[in-house]
């Protein structure tokens, strides 16, 4: 039961990997568009219900509709759990909805004892009314306020991060499940909160508080690393590029290109020093790149085994070389090949090319007719508002 980006993320990682997923959406209320609110976000692709914001995570997906406020509609969830022998049921709801809907844990394995169930929420069961979106967990987490220029306003990330790192969690946790499931044969609830998964990430700042760090440390910095110096972005000729400098030896490195001999000093050969001069020397390298043509710096630093990157545009990254042949592709209905996400780890058995994301409701009638509702059961439960198409 999925809307939105954090767990159609987890499950489109399914559908990869050749499962059979169905999401559940929501039967019209007369208020407001009806399913997943991100159905019409963005551009339109082929018709009203299916806008470019929600292809890519829902590809390679089946569609039905229920109204889970309805005893009727809870009925006819539990007996496509039990009749389609489902292993694994995931939602992105507030807690606090579970029980009224029945998907809760204890109700689902009552069903099928051995079903694994995940959920994301804001923060977790113990709050169970908190709602919660990437942004404001964002925010909560630190994460805001650990993005941006060192003078400037907490910024957001260019990325979801929080909703994919959800995503993620949920796709590790129900593979360990199954993996344990094999042994023991038992069911088990994951229950992912988005604020706890966020803090999470927080291993290179969050211990320095016990350590009486200084406060520059666990906030925001640009594009510096708080540790290593030079690594920064840094102004070309013709544009900018990222150099990191992880170690000393590879600050020799740097000095013994000739463009750089002259920022070298004795001083500045460990990493500690370098941190006594740190402005400076994001100065002195700048006034070198300043001078100097990307693709010409890319020689210098790939000669010296010298990390660095230019900072691509999303379609320089789509046609990367390493990248083009890795991502994920669907097809419109009328033949458009749509481009979209590698994934994460080449796995031989995967599936890289994926249906189109369903219609709202496109397979509502033939999933309940698997499950066992007649002709007369479907048009009774679509008169009462239990189902739509």
Known sequence: MEQALSLPSATVRFAQLGWRVIRI??????????GDPN???????VDEDRHSYFIAPNA????ITLNLKEPQGQAALHQIIRELDVDVFCCNTMPGRYQPL??????LKSIKPDIIWAGISAMGPDYPNVPGYDP???AMSGFMELTGDKDGMPTLTGVPVIDLKAGDEVFAGVCLALLQRSDSGAGKAIHVSMLQIAASWLITTLPL?????????????GNEHRKFVPSNVYKTKDGYIYVAIGNDLQWQRLTEIPAFRRIAAEQRATNKG????LQQIYQDIGAVTARTNTAELVRFFEQATIAHAVINTVSEVRDLKALRDKLTTTQTPDGKLVHMQPMPVDDAGATTRLSFPPKYGEHTHSILAEAGFGTQQLTELENAGVIST
Not at 25 to 34: F, I, R, Y
Not at 211 to 220: A, L
Not at 274 to 277: D, F, K, L, S
């Open 25 to 34: 959406e929501a039967t019209p209320s007369g208020k407001g568009l009806p």
């Open 39 to 45: 159905r019409y976000i963005g551009s339109k692709v």
């Open 60 to 63: 390679g997906k089946e569609c």
């Open 102 to 107: 029945g998907i809760d844990y204890d109700t």
């Open 136 to 138: 404001a967990i964002q």
């Open 209 to 221: 508080i016990d350590f009486d760090c200084d406060p520059s440390e666990i906030t925001r910095a």
């Open 274 to 277: 370098r941190m006594q001069e």
